[in-house]
T-cell receptor
Framework: EAEVAQSPRYKITEKSQAVAFWCDPI?????LYWYRQILGQGPELLVQ????????DSQLPKDRFSAERLKGVDSTLKIQPAELGDSAMYLC?????????????FGQGTRLTVV | DQQVKQNSPSLSVQEGRISILNCDYT??????FLWYKKYPAEGPTFLIS?????DKNEDGRFTVFLNKSAKHLSLHIVPSQPGDSAVYFC??????????????FGQGTILTVHP
């Protein structure tokens, strides 16, 4: 069964350091999402790609966060510098179609701890 | 502004009985609704969805009901099984525009099914 792959699964980093997460969506899925889930809350969208283009990054803290999907396939989310409040689960998801009602398929996530 | 709310942080039921999880939303522009299930240290898994043109959708033991006038939806699990114990997230998606596919999640409800 096709899955969304994410790495690493767990990451511990010191405050002010840079950290990066990688995501490989399900093959053929044009839309890719990065969500952040803080413990006790639901996932919140950070950025949405359609192919290689960003279609929504309104909730992405652009002073420290960046995301790219250069070839419209896999994607990287970077935080620089990391802050204590960035500790959360970072979830990548993909969906097959643009402009249609469809569910998003999630990866297992990266649990980030900033110390 | 919490546009999707799950007011019950937790629910405990006996195996074999019905589990009812509730969700309220405030944004009339939401066009479709989804339920996800999440185990610890894993990403959310899609369960079932419903379009705003329907009031009920059923898939095996899972049924979702939508009351548009009340802006309320619920997930019924019958019969409940211990393996259903997880966090359940309600999510809503908009009808269109550039943010099509962007899901807004509730805070989640922890379901515990006792043997």
């Amino acid at each position: 069964e096709a899955e969304v792959a994410q790495s690493p699964r767990y990451k511990i980093t010191e405050k002010s350091q840079a950290v990066a997460f990688w995501c490989d969506p399900i093959s053929g899925h044009a839309t890719l999402y990065w969500y952040r889930q803080i413990l006790g809350q639901g996932p919140e969208l950070l950025v949405q790609f359609q192919d290689e283009s960003v279609v929504d990054d309104s909730q992405l803290p652009k002073d420290r966060f960046s995301a790219e999907r250069l070839k419209g396939v896999d994607s990287t989310l970077k935080i620089q510098p990391a802050e204590l409040g960035d500790s959360a689960m970072y979830l990548c998801a993909s969906s097959p179609r643009w402009g249609r009602r469809t569910e998003a398929f999630f990866g297992q996530g990266t649990r980030l701890t900033v110390v | 502004d919490q546009q999707v709310k799950q007011n019950s942080p937790s629910l405990s039921v006996q195996e074999g009985r019905i589990s009812i999880l509730n969700c309220d939303y405030t944004n009339s522009m939401f066009d479709y609704f989804l339920w996800y299930k999440k185990y610890p240290a894993e990403g959310p898994t899609f369960l079932i969805s419903i379009s705003s043109i329907k009031d009920k959708n059923e898939d095996g033991r899972f049924t979702v009901f939508l009351n548009k006038s009340a802006k309320h939806l619920s997930l019924h699990i019958v019969p409940s099984q211990p393996g259903d114990s997880a966090v359940y997230f309600c999510a809503a998606g908009p009808a269109g525009g550039t943010s099509y596919g962007k899901l807004t999640f509730g805070q989640g409800t922890i379901l515990t099914v006792h043997p």
